[in-house]
């Protein structure tokens, strides 16, 4: 968002290998003072930080939070300080499904068209239903994943590497294909020894490689990979 939306500032946290819940806090904090009314987004242990902030920070003035993702932070020693969503959190979300304030239903979402208002009109077919229904919005957010088409829609390097036969997609046409351990596929089926692929990028063949510490992990993988053995293609060799 922040890199899409000019309106979006981004608050910039520091040690993402060892967080500290409370410099983190102390940054979102920060940032709300210099921009009251702001919509708070954050994913992973980004969102449980603004929940403890919240949750701890009666006096803070924004217009409301998306918390994406967030992190069960006793998975990994790194984030465990973080803790839970906050129970006081946790309880103004159940008041707010109550009040039908939040709906929560699992639906698949069909076709999204703008009013002559400015709101939009989202069909939904909710799962075991017989019937899809339309529902009024002001705002909506798609957190499906990526679904461009990984060929009309590449960059000019990804383009350039299926154009001369140096990578090729993935069997669910996600992004390119890898090996495991993030050596680029070519049209031939030979790994490369010199075009890597790491984080989403490697969705294809990783799945779920989007949040920081999988992203972490692969590229420390790769570079002991490559201080071990090198990186230099053989002749011939893409």
Partial sequence: MGG??????????????????????????????????????????????????????????????????????SRSPHTRRFGQIPPRSAACVAQAR???QVLTQRSKCGQATRRCDGRINLVLAPRGADKARTIVADQVIDGGGLRRDPVTDATPVIRDLLTCGAARLDPLRLSLDTTPDAHVINKTGQPSRCIFEVGPAARGALSEITAIPDIREQTFRLANELLSTGAEAAPGTP
Wanted: hydrophobic share 45%; charged share 15%.
């Fill in 4 to 73: 899409t939306d000019p309106s979006a500032k981004i608050t910039e946290q520091h040690c993402f290998a060892k967080p500290t819940p409370e410099a983190w806090i102390t940054e979102i904090a920060a940032a709300t003072m210099i921009h009251p009314g702001a919509v708070l987004v954050g994913h992973s242990p980004g969102a449980i930080a603004i929940a403890r902030l919240l949750a701890h920070g009666p006096q803070i003035r924004i217009s409301g939070a998306l918390l994406a993702a967030p992190i069960k932070p």
């Fill in 98 to 100: 109550t009040d039908g």
